[in-house]
């Protein structure tokens, strides 16, 4: 059996990533077989619970108040709300909700209360809770655990050099930060990246050496296809071909083999032959539901019928991971702390964003 290694370099994930594609394909699935059920695909539905107007200039998101889209922004959600979609989730076949908020990082206050309200009604209804909310401190991931988190994410998005390139508001050792603060929790950490945003094969190996070389590796560890939005700096990128996705699937499954690996956002530009490949490949998680946060996304009764095209079950909750439990907010042993922490600002020059920045919104 493939043992986990912390101690990947770039050299080797790039000669996995390069060698033939056959060679490649049957060496993750081994893997794969070797540590998961190779039928069984975990389905989580990704909530957005606060969208648009983010002080960020991460340039392939149309959430970043910035740039000139056609998100619509919205306040926090209720809680009551949340439960209403929770509770279609479930019944739709999802195992895990993931509540996504634009936000840099968490502010403690009403609006994290409420989220810590969201999570215990979540982990109540017997689902796996998931919450990317930017960057938080170690007193705000214990908040979240003793609320019943399940798992938390926090991507890295690329390699360490080419993150310049993408995002001047905050630096790679922040998101480093917020993974280790979660790591000092019970809860599981969700991390990983987006590919097509015109980096080089080095760059998805250097993510994949950041990633595998933690201790303990993410649990889970998301694989996007950049979904290039108009407004976006990124709104000229050419979609990359599913075989650099199946190659990114299939390095990833191999360097991370206890990991579910999550085939995340672009399926909608992805065949069911593709999709079926990357599973294949190791992928053994999705989001379900017509949206991802703001970009389409398949429909569920089409992954369903896709699952039972390739007689592939969905996962149920709590297999890897015991459910924790849920702490109620009055017996928290907790409290909100008011931190501010030192976050970086790196505020260096990159073009692309600039230029979509003070572009010329077209005349109607
Ligand atoms: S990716 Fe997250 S942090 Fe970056 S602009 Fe979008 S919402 Fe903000």
Redesign the pocket.
């Known amino acids: 059996m493939a043992m986990t290694r912390h101690d990947w370099t770039k050299e080797e994930i790039l000669k996995i990533y390069n060698q033939p594609f056959m060679d490649l394909l049957y060496a993750a699935a081994s893997v794969h077989r070797e540590h998961h059920d190779p039928n069984t695909v975990q389905v989580s539905t990704l909530l957005s619970i606060k969208t648009g107007g ?5 340039g ?2 149309p ?2 108040a910035r740039y000139h889209t056609n998100v619509e922004g919205n306040d926090l959600m209720s809680v009551n709300q949340v439960k209403a979609q929770a509770l279609r989730a479930k019944e739709a076949g999802s195992s895990r909700v993931c509540m996504g908020a ?3 990082n968490v502010k403690d206050g009403q609006e994290f209360d409420d989220v810590l309200e969201m999570v215990r009604t979540i982990n109540r209804l017997g689902m796996e809770v998931c919450c990317t909310l ?1 960057m938080i401190t170690e007193n705000q991931a214990k908040r979240l655990a003793e609320a019943g988190l399940y798992a938390y994410n926090h991507n890295l998005d690329s390699s360490e050099e080419y993150y310049k390139e993408v ?1 001047s508001t905050r630096g790679y050792q922040d998101r480093l930060d917020t993974i280790e603060n979660v790591r000092k929790t019970a809860v599981t950490v969700c991390s990983g990246g987006i590919i097509g945003m015109g980096e080089s094969a080095e760059d998805r190996a250097g993510m994949l050496v950041a990633l595998s070389t933690l201790n303990p590796q993410p649990e889970s560890v998301p694989i996007n296809a950049l979904v290039a939005v108009e407004g976006t700096p990124m709104e000229e990128q050419e979609p990359i071909s599913i075989w650099e996705m199946v190659r990114m699937i299939a390095t990833t499954r191999i360097v991370m083999p206890e990991t579910q690996v999550r085939l995340s956002a672009g399926r909608t530009q992805m065949s069911r032959e593709g999709q079926a490949t990357c599973f294949f490949a190791g992928a053994n998680s999705i989001f379900a539901g017509d949206k991802l946060l703001t970009t389409p996304n398949p429909d569920v009764n089409e992954d369903m019928e896709m699952f039972k095209l390739l007689g592939l079950q969905p996962q149920k909750p709590f297999v890897k991971k015991a459910q924790p439990e849920t702490v109620d907010a009055q017996n928290s042993q907790y409290q909100a702390l008011g931190e501010k922490p030192r976050w970086t600002r790196p505020g260096h020059v990159i073009e692309r964003n600039l230029a979509a920045q003070y572009k010329k919104e077209p005349k109607v």
């Open positions: 983010c002080s960020e200039d991460c392939y998101c959430q970043a634009a936000w840099r930017g995002i």
